[in-house]
Structure formats: C-alpha cells, structure tokens
C-alpha cells in the first residue's frame, strides 16, 4: 500500500526562526512529489513539485529537497512569517495517472 | 484565487435531506476531482472526471452521485447521509488526467456537517 508519513504532526515556532517539515513515502513507482500549503478554511495551494531527477527546489521562502534513493523529502521555512501559519501537505504521485498519495499533513503555528 | 470556485462553503444537512455541491474551474482544465478532507487524516479522492467522463470512482457509498455537464462543472448530490460524512469536500482540477507533473488546483472546499 502506498503510504506518505509526516513528522512532525505540528509544531509551533517563534517568527523570524526557520524549521523544517519531514515527508517520508513508500510509493512506487515514483513519479513526482508535491508541498502543498493549506491555510485554515481554504483550499490546498501547490508550493513545490519535484521529479525523480529534482533534489531541491524553492519557492521563495520555501525550499523542498528530495532523496529518491532513501524516498525523503523536506520542507525548508526561512525566516518564518505569521502568513505561513498553516497545514502543509506532501503528496506523492506514481507514474502514468492521476492517483496521488497524501500525507496527513503538518500543522505549522507561528507566533509573534 | 485559484481559478476553482465551491459553493456553498458551509451546509449543514439532516440525513434525510438531498442536497448538491458545486464547483466551476475558470481554467481550461480538462480534468476534475472530489476530494474528501477528514480532520487529521489525508485526503481520499472520491472521483474523477476526464473531458466529462468518469474515470475513477474510489468505491464511493452510492449516497454520493457526481456529475459532470461539461468540462467546467462538477455537482456531487448528496441524499441519505451518515454523520461520518461530515467532512470538507474539495474540488481540484487539472489540465488532464495524465498530467504527472502539474499540480491539480483545488477550491476553497465546501465544510459539511451532517445533523
């Protein structure tokens, strides 16, 4: 079965400070892998998408890595703003189709 | 704005009720999804609409019927539910089906609660 685990569940972090969210999976075949930012009442909002051949990229403040080989990925926060407080999201994608594999999510809190 | 509008954004409903969502892609997508959102626990796709054909139903109870008049809209009537139904409904689209690389851009979600 096709599985995406995050750690941690949530975690709560002062602004200004940067962290840092795990994403671990288990499908196959691999096809690509997504952050998507999920703000409290609204809908998730892609940040990043990596393929097989991809180990890192940013989207502004956010930077994914990728290690296909030990199938991680993280989500780097820089200099974390109260607008990041949200859910964030790792979604797998196999190859072929459009089936993807989320995780459950990490709850993220900034506080001033 | 994501380009993928849900309405309405809250219903609450009796189990005896039929009631339907909605959602309206702005964006040329050919493909288009139910999703349901359970509080700490991933997403689970429900459906799949590819050029208004049905590509997947995800063994979803059959008190759930989607529809797909045209690539644009997506209904999901809703009649007879349970109070485990009680969930966020999000809708996505794609450019296709067999778009691996491109992400799929959801609505804002419609919370439903079942009485």
């Known amino acids: 079965k096709n599985q995406v685990e995050q750690s941690p569940q949530s975690l709560i972090i002062l602004e200004g400070k940067n962290c840092t969210l795990q994403?671990?999976?288990?499908?196959?075949?691999?096809?690509?892998l997504r952050w998507y930012k999920q703000d409290t009442g609204r809908g998730p909002v892609s940040l990043t998408i990596?393929?097989?051949?991809?180990n890192t990229k940013s989207n502004g403040r956010y930077t994914a890595t990728l290690d296909a080989d030990t199938k991680q990925s993280s989500l780097h926060i820089t200099a974390s703003q109260l607008s990041d407080s949200a859910s964030y999201i790792c979604?797998?994608?196999?190859?072929?189709?459009?089936?993807?594999?989320f995780g459950a999510g990490t709850t993220v809190t900034v506080r001033a | 704005e994501t380009g993928v509008t849900q309405t309405p954004r809250h219903l609450v409903m009796g189990m005896t009720n039929k009631k339907s969502l909605k959602c309206e892609q702005h964006l040329g997508h050919n493909a288009m999804y139910w999703y349901k959102q359970s509080a700490k626990k991933p997403l689970e796709l429900m459906f799949v609409?590819?050029?208004?054909?049905?590509?997947e139903n995800n063994s979803v109870p059959s008190r759930f019927s989607p529809e797909c008049p045209n690539s644009s809209h997506l209904f999901l009537h809703l009649h007879t539910l349970q109070p485990e139904d009680s969930a966020l409904y999000l809708c996505?689209?794609?450019?296709?089906?067999?778009?691996?690389?491109?992400?799929?851009?959801f609505g804002d979600g419609t919370r439903l609660s079942i009485l």
């Open positions: 990596m393929t097989f051949s991809e």
């Open positions: 609409y590819s050029l208004e054909e049905r590509v």
């Open positions: 994403c671990n999976y288990t499908v196959s075949p691999f096809s690509n």
């Open positions: 996505a689209s794609s450019p296709s089906d067999r778009a691996e690389n491109q992400p799929q851009h």
């Open positions: 979604v797998v994608g196999g190859s072929g189709d459009y089936k993807l594999s």
